[in-house]
């Protein structure tokens, strides 16, 4: 099966599908059993409770503050929808003066927030099977690792309503959302180089950053 909905230049699904005939390649044709199975069990879903809820009131946030709130804004109102009242942040170590910016910015708006940092528990690298030319001290010294699965624990444990990661590690937010048990939504991407604007090597591809297409 393959899936190119990236490529497609059209869009027909922008329109009512009964408006439109759709590109032969698009998924939303129903013409392969599993496709027709698992959009069938999507919008089954929609009509269920607490799915149904977060998606309506996601598209209620897009529409009222469509190009004029920043996703601070979004998170906030999102969570009034939902009548999330304690949420959690999941904060790198090294975006922790921007957590904390945020921290205080929820509690103001009249949030209860747990926050957690990725390095709890300091577990060393090591003991993940690492060795230690792997680690960000090559000669010598002590990594400690970055521990989602003990911060989305301790979000649990907290009872938080909403999660909200600020800048987890490519493969850390992975296995957060795999153990977070509260919905969770993102507030920064990290990405060091760009200033954790990871769109900026997409837009710069053709250029600055070309030897992406290649590897």
């Known amino acids: 099966m393959n899936l190119i909905c990236a490529l497609c230049k059209r869009q027909d699904c922008l329109e009512a599908t009964n408006d439109r005939e759709l590109a032969g390649y698009c998924p939303g044709l129903r013409d392969n059993r599993s496709l027709v199975a698992a959009l069938d069990e999507a919008r089954e879903r929609y ?30 109102r999102f969570a009034e929808k939902l009548g999330a009242k304690h949420l959690g942040i999941a904060t790198c170590v090294g975006l922790i003066q921007e957590s904390r910016i945020l921290h205080e910015i929820l509690e103001s708006n009249g949030f209860d927030v747990s926050s957690v940092c990725c390095k709890v528990d300091s577990i060393d690298k090591l003991d993940l099977g ?86």
Not at 51 to 66: K, L
Not at 154 to 169: K, S, W, Y
């Open 47 to 76: 009509g269920r409770t607490p799915d149904q809820m977060i998606a309506r009131e996601a598209a209620r946030v897009e529409a009222e503050g469509y190009g004029e709130w920043t996703r601070v804004e979004e998170v906030m």
């Open 130 to 215: 690492l060795e230690q030319e792997e680690t960000l001290c090559p000669e010598g010294g002590f990594d400690p690792a970055c521990n989602p699965i003990g911060q989305a624990k301790i979000l649990n444990a907290a009872g938080t309503e909403l999660n909200l990661l600020v800048g987890l590690c490519v493969g850390h937010d992975t296995l957060f959302f795999k153990y977070a048990e509260a919905p969770t939504t993102v507030v920064v991407v990290k990405d060091r180089v760009t200033g954790h604007n990871p769109a900026a090597a997409l837009y710069t591809s053709h250029h600055y950053y070309k030897d992406l297409k290649r590897k």
